[in-house]
């Protein structure tokens, strides 16, 4: 099975970036499309961002578009997220997983197997 560590979080203001990472181990990374996901205090996790195994197509949540950008690099097995603009309403422990396709990710549909999260702080 695939072993997940994000990293990247941090306390930032209001408009400034983070680039979160997620290293990856274990069985093939390039073979499993990726998602980000996040949890607020209080809230259930939610889909951020997805990309394809070969990076071609990504997905991304209304909340994040035009402002966070997943990528990934297959030889470093490690996938990113860039996010600008960040508001409060951003605030949260992220975390990255696998799927089978952008749309069974979209939908909640990962491995069980999560990393320990990142934790964004975005104050105003």
């Known amino acids: 099975q695939v072993q997940l560590v994000e990293s990247g979080g941090g306390l930032v203001q209001a408009g400034g970036s983070l680039r979160l990472s997620c290293a990856a181990s274990?069985?093939?990374?390039?073979?499993?499309?990726m998602g980000w996901f996040r949890q607020a205090p209080g809230k259930e996790r939610e889909f951020v961002a997805a990309?394809?195994?070969?990076?071609?197509?990504?997905y991304y949540a209304d909340s994040v578009k035009g402002r966070f950008t997943i990528s990934r690099d297959n030889a470093k097995n490690t996938v990113y997220l860039q996010m600008n603009s960040l508001k409060p309403e951003d605030t949260a422990v992220y975390y990255c997983?696998?799927?089978?396709?952008?749309?069974?990710?979209?939908?909640?549909?990962?491995?069980?197997?999560w990393g320990q999260g990142t934790q964004v702080t975005v104050s105003s």
């Open positions: 990309i394809t195994w070969s990076g071609g197509s990504t």
């Open positions: 997983n696998t799927g089978r396709s952008l749309a069974t990710l979209v939908g909640g549909i990962t491995s069980d197997s």
């Open positions: 274990g069985r093939t990374f390039s073979s499993y499309a």
